[in-house]
């Protein structure tokens, strides 16, 4: 005779509010899902990065508005606002381009193994935030 189990929760339709904060996602999960949203973010700030380009490179007056925009705003937008838009559009580059990268890497060499992918996913995720820490130090003045 055999011991009955408890019955494991079986998730087949995760609902959004009932299921989503017991639902325990992998790493490469999230790397995953944050793989999206930064590609999505990069999209929808491009007009953000058009006008840094433009601002930047037409003339010197140009230049000066645009990085006193950074320190003083820009209109009803304060500077702070404009360097924390500047640091998710950072974060959203660093962590699409080490994810892809970690995509590539994983097709080309066919690594596809759970231990591969969690210890990348972790290692993702802990190079793009460190990346983005050290870029946004620079963006807030740290030195």
Request: charged share 15%.
């Amino acid at each position: 005779m055999t011991p009955l189990r408890p019955a494991r929760p079986e998730f087949r339709n995760i609902h959004v509010f009932r299921d989503l904060t017991t639902y325990r996602l992998p790493a490469a999960g999230w790397v995953s899902i944050l793989h999206r949203v930064s590609g999505a973010l990069m999209f929808l700030l491009l007009p953000f990065v058009v006008w840094m380009m433009d601002a930047s490179l037409s003339s010197e007056i140009s230049y000066g508005a645009f990085t006193a925009a950074f320190s003083a705003g820009l209109g009803f937008v304060p500077g702070w606002f404009l360097k924390l838009v500047a640091l998710a559009l950072i974060w959203a580059y660093l962590h699409h381009f080490v994810a892809g990268v970690r995509h590539l890497y994983m097709d080309a060499t066919h690594k596809v193994d759970k231990a591969f992918g969690r210890s990348s996913a972790i290692a993702t995720l802990v190079v793009s935030l460190a990346l983005t820490a050290l870029l946004g130090a620079k963006l807030f003045g740290l030195y």
